[in-house]
């Protein structure tokens, strides 16, 4: 969710993309963002096999990027087969799991329960599961880059200041943000603020928050703070897999927001004294490339990110989710959707789906993932106090 939602802000804004230019005529080439220029994938490989670090970034539910990131892997890899890859899908005490599952001891199945990637993560396994199997196939190390979000939540709470050593689950501390990361943020702030406010119904008539006020708010500190600690983590993970063996490539795989224009996790690293960094992004060919963005990545790939989606989608309620010790709590709930039509709003507790407790990510995936086209759903949903009685409808043919 956050690299979708600082993609539009920090590129889909600078990118002008209402002037009708599109990157439709560089499909399947690379770019140089600070040129425009065209570049060779055979030259661009060749360099990236020798640098130590390659972020590779995505938008977590688009394909193309998810295949895209299995040719870059694959590329690299024919150059220089000493890699490891990290995930920021797994947090680090899902690494026993991920160590199984590239030694071969794993089925699919067992490795998405003990990795407990419903719960951890929510987003189809199907997407990333063609990169788990490279790094199995090949018996590469793959390294879980993420920390608990319960660390991170407790951050965006309380702020990192006010977390004792412990509390802090051996992160050193975070490199502060930029004043350019800082203003992405609060552009970020601000469209959730609103986001959450139209989804509960409460239409706004202050206008557009006030930017200035937004950055002097101790609630803002905190949600820098939270996503500090998430770049700190995944680029600690990073750092101590490249100590281990210098000589080796390591690749992650890790959403576009904590990459872009190097503020997030390659901040961190250079931080820590890591500079020899590349970020490689994909871009989708409906998107602006007339002038890319300064600074935006080392390279970036156009991918018809259309065409690659084109497979029969199966049913989808339309929201993202997290397991609590209370329930399957939606923490979004995309634009269009059944779940916005049928009246779910962010926050809400699902708690049971046709008559079937819903107590855990998975079974409420289960259920829905057995709807037939057509179907009418029955979903019992604590909001507040209140429990409600939505019908969640499903299109013919899930269109």
Known sequence: MFASLLLWFQFGAA?????????????????????????????????????????????????????WQHYVLSALHSRNANMKVGFEMLPRRAQPALDAWSAGRLNETEFLEQSEWQKVWGYDAALYLPLLHFARLNRLPAIALNIDRELVSRVGQQGWQALSEEQRMGLTNPAPASDDYRESLAELYAYKQVFRAESEGKAT????????????????????????????????????????????????????????????????????????????????????????????ASAVFVVDAEAADLSPPGPRLGVIIEGTDAGVRVKQVVADSVAEKCGILEGDLIQSAAGFETGTNVSLIEIIQRQAPGTWLPLSVLRGDKTLELVAKFPPGFE
């Open 205 to 296: 008539e202050a206008g557009e928050p006030d930017l200035d006020e937004i950055k002097s708010s101790n609630e803002f500190a905190n949600f820098v703070d939270a996503q500090l600690t998430w770049d700190r983590a995944m680029a600690e993970a990073l750092a101590a897999a490249h100590r281990r063996d210098p000589s080796a490539i390591v690749i992650g795989i890790i959403g576009r927001g904590h990459l872009e224009y190097g503020y997030g996790i390659p901040h961190q690293l250079a931080d820590m004294g890591i500079e020899d960094v590349d970020v490689l992004l994909p871009l989708d060919a409906s998107d602006n490339c007339d002038p890319l963005p300064q600074d935006l």
């Open 15 to 67: 990118g002008a993309a209402d002037n009708g230019s599109s990157c439709d005529h560089h499909v399947a080439q690379w770019l140089d963002p600070n040129t425009g220029e065209v570049l060779q994938s055979k030259k661009i490989f060749e360099r990236l096999a020798k640098t130590r670090i390659v972020l590779l970034g995505e938008a977590h539910t688009t394909l193309a990027h998810h295949r």
